[in-house]
């Protein structure tokens, strides 16, 4: 199985809301990244875990706040969104100890949010 | 810092015609990797192929092989008999040679291609 999956699929949610995006894989790759694509950018990374434990934040306002309770899920929690936060939001996954192409990033299809 | 810099915002090809696009890098690390990527319309990021900064010779994958130019710093992608499902936005990414990676994104090559 050497895919990486999303949901939900697009996500529609007001300022005021909660919501929380969820990625899966079952790859045995210990490391996972969730990267932020506005409209005609490249993805930009916004956190990364290794071994299940935060390794990298980008810098990224406490209005998102990663979880990641097993090493085959990735969950991003969603609070008090700007409309400007409305983007392709990406979960990626690879070997925390591959060396060369195997580093490779697996990426889901992505959720298209729009925060109204 | 590390940065990559794609000049082509879009390239036109003709099917089964080969095409070529740019990629240019700075870094400082002596060791690093190179990633090409294709992102179709869906929006899922395809792994295409990975050049390692030691490696000697350039790599291929199938249709893609990878011109490496390290004097330059270039990593230019070359996609030979192109087919329409080609047409995508692609990037080169830059970032280590082991373990985790924080990838560097350039800004992108649309290629279309055309019967």
């Known amino acids: 199985d050497t895919e990486v999956t999303q949901t939900p699929k697009h996500l529609v949610m007001g300022m005021t809301n909660k919501k929380s995006l969820k990625c899966e894989q079952h790859m045995g790759h210990r490391a996972m990244y969730w990267y932020k694509q506005k409209a005609k950018k490249p993805p930009e990374l916004m956190f990364v875990?290794?071994?299940?434990?935060?390794?990298i934040n980008e810098s990224v306002p406490s209005r998102f706040s990663p979880e990641c309770p097993n090493s085959s899920l990735l969950n991003l929690h969603l609070h008090a969104l700007q409309p400007e936060d409305s983007a392709l939001y990406l979960c990626?996954?690879?070997?925390?100890?591959?060396?060369?192409?195997?580093?490779?990033?697996?990426f889901g299809p992505g959720t298209r949010l729009t925060v109204l | 810092a590390q940065k990559i810099t794609q000049t082509q915002p879009g390239m036109f090809v003709q099917e089964k015609e080969a095409v070529t696009l740019d990629c240019t890098y700075d870094?400082?690390?002596?060791?690093?990797?190179l990633f090409w990527y294709k992102q179709p319309s869906s929006g899922e990021m395809i792994f295409l192929i990975y050049?390692?900064?030691?490696?000697?010779q350039n790599a291929t994958e199938g249709r893609y092989s990878l011109n490496f130019q390290k004097a330059r710093k270039s990593a230019n992608l070359v996609i030979s008999a192109s087919q329409l499902g080609d047409s995508a936005m692609y990037f080169c990414a830059m970032g280590r040679n082991t373990g985790f990676q924080k990838l560097v994104f350039g800004t992108g090559t649309r290629l279309l291609v055309s019967p």
């Open positions: 050049q390692g900064s030691y490696d000697q």
């Open positions: 990626a996954s690879s070997q925390e100890v591959g060396q060369g192409k195997y580093n490779e990033q697996f």
């Open positions: 870094t400082s690390d002596p060791s690093y990797g």
């Open positions: 875990y290794s071994y299940e434990k935060l390794s």
